[in-house]
C-alpha cells in the first residue's frame, strides 16, 4: 500500500506521531509546529492503514471553521465521503447527541439552542422576578456564575453555601432559571456539555455502545479544556479508547473562561502508558518572528517548556509603531496594508488582530475610505443582529410555543398591544403553576381573568402562532421564514427608526431568508434525526459566535487575538500594544496568573504572523469616553531590542527632534519610578479628585504641561489624568 500521500511533508516526529500504535498519544509542542496537521493525518492514517471505520473516530477542535476545515483535508486526502466521521467542536457533538438520546436526558425533542443574549435575558427577568435589585444582583454576574458552575458539572443541589448569602442567592437563581429552562425545552451552551455529560453518567447502556464504536478520539486545542469537557472524554474513552490529544500549554488562553491547562498534566497522570511526542520545528514563522514570540513567552513562570526553531528564513525586524493616538495608529495600519496591497500582495493575506472588540471600528473606518474590502470577525454576527434574531424567534415558536425565551422576545413585537403589565401577570401565572408561558396564555384565556383588552391582544398573539404553524407547516424553510416575516408583520417593529437603520434590517431579513433558501441539511444532522428546521435553528445558534459563510474571501482579517487561535496569515499587526489595554487592566491588577494568560494571548497573536509582524500603540486612546494617557505595553519590553525595528511617526520626522525612540518608551516606563522636583505629590501619597473621589498615587510620566499621573482610586480604579487638569488635592 502506498501510504506516501500521509507521510510525505511530515517530519520524523510528526511521522511517529501520525504512525504511533494504538494507545494514548499526547503532542505536546509550540505554535506553528504542525499539531493541526498531525492531527488530520492521523485521521487519514487510522482509516486507510489501521482500517479504522470512519464511524470509529471522533475528532474535536475548538472552532466550527476549524472543524469543516478539518473535514475538508480529510476527504482530500482519502477521497472518500467523510460524513460519517464525528468532527466538530465539543458544543457541536453534544448537541448532536443530545437530539438523538433527548429521551434519555429528559429533553423535550424539539429542544430549543439559547444563546448567550437569550440566557442572559432569561435570567435578568428571573432576578427581576425574585424582587431583587439588579445593581446588587447584575444579570452578567448571575449568568457568569451559572455558566461557571456548570463548566464543572455542578447543578444547584450540589452547590454548597453554607449561609454564604450571595452564593445562596446565585445557587438561587441559577435552580429558578433551571426551571425555566425545562419547561420550554432550552438548553443554553454550558447545558449542552452538562447534559452530555450526564447522558454518560446516567445511561450506561448508551455510553457502553458509544464506547464500543468510537475507539478514536482526537483532540486538537486541548489546553483550552475545561473540566467537563475534560470528564466527558475520559468517561467516554473508557478502558479501551484511544485518546490522541495535542496541544500547547503556552497556548492556554481560556482560563478566563474555565479551560484548565492542568488539563494537560492530568491526562499524563490518567493515562500513565501515554506517548509523548514534541515537535520543535516550526514552519509558520520567520525566524525572526519566532524568536521574538520565544522570548516574550519565556517571561512566564512553570511552563512544560519547549524549544521552538525554524529552518526557514530570518525574515524582517518586528516593526513598533508609536501612535500618537489610536486614530494615527489605524491610519498608520491601513496604508501598510495598502503598501501591501500595491505591492501585489493579497488582502486576505493581512490580519489586524486587538485585544477587545470596540477597537475594530476605527481600522473599518479606514479601511472603507481606503476602499479596501475587509471582514471583522466575533463583531456582531450575522445571526445575532436583533432582527434576524426576532424573525428566528417566531420560527423558533413554529417549532417549539414553549419557547419561553422566544416568546418574551416578540409577543410584543410588533406592538399589539400587549403591556408590561399583562405579560408579568402572566408570568407570574406561569411561576406559580409551572406551566411555560404559552401554556399560561391559554389558561389564562380559558379561565377568562385577563382584563377584556388584554385578553383580546393577547388572543390575537395566539391565533397568530397558531395560524403560523398551521399554514406554514408544509412550505420549504425559505418560505417558512418570508413567511413568519410577512404573518407577523415584524417590519413594522422598526418603522419608527430611521429609515437607514430600517433599510439594513429589512436588508438583513431579506438575507436570512436566501440563507435558509441555501440552506442544505447536513448529513450528519439528518442521521441525528433533526428536520431541517431544527438543523438551521440550531446553526443560527452554535454558529452565532463565531464566522460563517464564505468567509475567506480576499478580505482583509479583522479579529480579536482569541479568535485568532489555530489561523495563520503572512502579515499580521497587533493593535493597543499598551499597558492597561493589553495586557488589560484587570490582569495587571490580578495576583492570580492572569497576567501570564495575557501573555500567552500575547504569545498566540505574534505566532499568527508568517512573514512580517507589526505591533502598535498610541500614546493617548479614547475609552469609554474619556482620553487616556498609557505607557506601551510591558509585552514589548520583553521582545528583545535587536529583533525590532522603530518605525517613526510621519509627522515626527518634521520635527527638529524625535522623541519618540524605544529607548526612550522604555526611559518614560522608568521615569516613573525616580523621583522628581516638580511633582506636587509623592508617590503612594493619598490624593482626591472631584469625581473619582479618593486614590492613591502610583505613578508619574511627561514633563511639564505635559506631565501625568497615574492615581489607583478606591472606587474607580486606576486612571491616568494630566496634572495639570486633573484638579487633585492632597488627603
Ligand atoms: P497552532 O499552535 O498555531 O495551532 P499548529 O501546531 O497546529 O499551530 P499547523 O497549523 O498544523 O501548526 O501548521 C503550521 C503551518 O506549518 C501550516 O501552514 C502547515 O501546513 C505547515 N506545516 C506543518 N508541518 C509541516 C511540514 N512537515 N512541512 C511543511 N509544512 C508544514
Ligand atoms: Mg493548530
New binding site residues.
Given amino acids: 500500500m502506498d501510504v506516501s500521500h500521509l507521510l510525505d511533508?511530515?517530519?520524523d516526529a510528526?511521522r511517529e506521531a501520525v504512525t504511533a500504535p494504538s494507545g494514548h498519544v499526547l503532542v505536546l509542542?509550540?505554535?506553528?509546529?504542525?499539531?493541526?496537521?498531525v492531527l488530520v493525518h492521523r485521521i487519514a492514517w487510522l482509516i486507510q492503514v489501521e482500517h479504522v471505520s470512519p464511524l470509529g473516530i471522533l475528532a474535536v477542535t475548538f472552532t466550527n471553521k476549524a472543524a469543516g476545515e478539518m473535514r475538508h483535508r480529510t476527504g482530500e486526502m482519502l477521497q472518500i465521503s467523510t460524513r460519517p466521521l464525528w468532527i466538530g467542536t465539543f458544543h457541536g457533538i453534544a448537541h448532536r447527541l443530545l437530539r438523538m438520546h433527548h429521551r434519555e436526558v429528559g429533553l423535550p425533542e424539539g429542544f430549543q439552542i439559547l444563546d448567550s443574549e437569550d440566557q442572559l435575558r432569561l435570567i435578568r427577568r428571573i432576578i427581576r422576578d425574585e424582587g431583587l435589585d439588579e445593581t446588587h444582583w447584575p444579570s452578567r454576574q448571575a449568568q457568569w456564575f451559572i455558566n461557571a458552575r456548570k463548566d464543572e458539572g455542578q447543578r444547584p443541589k450540589h452547590i454548597e453555601h453554607n449561609d454564604h448569602p450571595v452564593t445562596a442567592t446565585w445557587t438561587h437563581v441559577y435552580q429558578r432559571y433551571q426551571e425555566y429552562c425545562h419547561r420550554g425545552g432550552l438548553v443554553d451552551f454550558a447545558e449542552l456539555l452538562l447534559r452530555a455529560h450526564e447522558l454518560w453518567l446516567e445511561q450506561p447502556e448508551v455510553l457502553d455502545h458509544y464506547r464500543k464504536r468510537l475507539q478514536h478520539l482526537l483532540i486538537d486545542e486541548f489546553q483550552d479544556t475545561n473540566t467537563i469537557q475534560y470528564a466527558w472524554l475520559r468517561m467516554l474513552a473508557g478502558k479501551s479508547g484511544n485518546v490522541f490529544v495535542v496541544g500547547?500549554d503556552d497556548?492556554s488562553i481560556y482560563g478566563w473562561r474555565g479551560a484548565k491547562v492542568e488539563n494537560v498534566q492530568l491526562f499524563v497522570r490518567d493515562y500513565p502508558d501515554v506517548a509523548t511526542i514534541r515537535l520543535e520545528q516550526n514552519?509558520?514563522s520567520t525566524g525572526t518572528i519566532l524568536n521574538a514570540a520565544n522570548a516574550l513567552i519565556a517571561h512566564n513562570q512553570g511552563r512544560m517548556g519547549k524549544k521552538l526553531w525554524t529552518a526557514g528564513e530570518t525574515g524582517k525586524n518586528i516593526h513598533l509603531y508609536a501612535a500618537y493616538n489610536e486614530q494615527e495608529e489605524a491610519r498608520y495600519v491601513i496604508e501598510c496594508i495598502k503598501r501591501w496591497i500595491d505591492g501585489g500582495r493579497k488582502p486576505s493575506d493581512a490580519a489586524i488582530l486587538y485585544r477587545t472588540t470596540a477597537q475594530s471600528r476605527l481600522f473599518e473606518e479606514y479601511l472603507l475610505r481606503e476602499s479596501i474590502p475587509y471582514r471583522v470577525y466575533g463583531g456582531q454576527r450575522f445571526f445575532e443582529r436583533s432582527e434576524v434574531k426576532d424573525a428566528l424567534a417566531y420560527l423558533r415558536l413554529l417549532n417549539n410555543p414553549n419557547d419561553d425565551a422566544a416568546i418574551e422576545r416578540v409577543i410584543n413585537k410588533p406592538t399589539r398591544g400587549i403591556g408590561e403589565k399583562t405579560i408579568s401577570d402572566l408570568r407570574l401565572q406561569a411561576r406559580e403553576s409551572g406551566l411555560s408561558l404559552w401554556q399560561a396564555i391559554g389558561e389564562s384565556l380559558k379561565q377568562g381573568v385577563l382584563a377584556s383588552r388584554a385578553a383580546s391582544a393577547v388572543g390575537a398573539f395566539v391565533k397568530l402562532v397558531s395560524d403560523m404553524q398551521e399554514r406554514l407547516a408544509d412550505f420549504t424553510l425559505g418560505n417558512q421564514i418570508q413567511g413568519v416575516i410577512d404573518d407577523s408583520n415584524l417590519v413594522q417593529a422598526y418603522e419608527k427608526e430611521p429609515s437607514e437603520r430600517r433599510e439594513t434590517r429589512e436588508e438583513n431579513l431579506r438575507e436570512l431568508v436566501n440563507a435558509a433558501d441555501r440552506f442544505i441539511l447536513p448529513g450528519e444532522d439528518a442521521d441525528a434525526g433533526l428536520t431541517e428546521l431544527q438543523s438551521f435553528l440550531s446553526h443560527a445558534a452554535l454558529e452565532a459566535g463565531e464566522t460563517q459563510g464564505e468567509a475567506w474571501d480576499d478580505c482583509v482579517q479583522l479579529m480579536t487575538m482569541h479568535s485568532a487561535k489555530?489561523l495563520?496569515f503572512p502579515l499580521v499587526f497587533i493593535a493597543g500594544m499598551e499597558d492597561g489595554l493589553f495586557p488589560h487592566q484587570r490582569s495587571i491588577e490580578d495576583a492570580g496568573g492572569r497576567l501570564e494568560e495575557e501573555r500567552r494571548l500575547c504569545y498566540v497573536g505574534m505566532?499568527r504572523a508568517r512573514e512580517e509582524l507589526c505591533l502598535s500603540y498610541a500614546e493617548v486612546r479614547r475609552m469609554h469616553g474619556s482620553e487616556s494617557f498609557s505607557r506601551p505595553s510591558r509585552f514589548i519590553e520583553e521582545i528583545p531590542e535587536e529583533l525590532i525595528e522603530e518605525v517613526r511617526p510621519r509627522a515626527a520626522i518634521q520635527r527638529p527632534y524625535v522623541p519618540a525612540s524605544r529607548s526612550q518608551a522604555r526611559d518614560r516606563v522608568a521615569r516613573t519610578h525616580v523621583p522628581n522636583q516638580a511633582w506636587p505629590f509623592k508617590l503612594g501619597q493619598p490624593v482626591v479628585h472631584k469625581k473619582f473621589g479618593e486614590g492613591t498615587v502610583m505613578a508619574f510620566e511627561g514633563q511639564g504641561d505635559h506631565t501625568r499621573v497615574q492615581v489607583n482610586f478606591d472606587q474607580a480604579g486606576a486612571k491616568w489624568l494630566v496634572l495639570a487638569y486633573a484638579g487633585l488635592q492632597a488627603a
Avoid at 509542542?29 to 496537521?37: E, H, L, W
Fill in positions: 511533508e511530515l517530519n510528526q509542542a509550540g505554535a506553528g509546529s504542525g499539531k493541526t496537521r500547547d497556548q514552519y509558520r489555530g495563520e505566532t
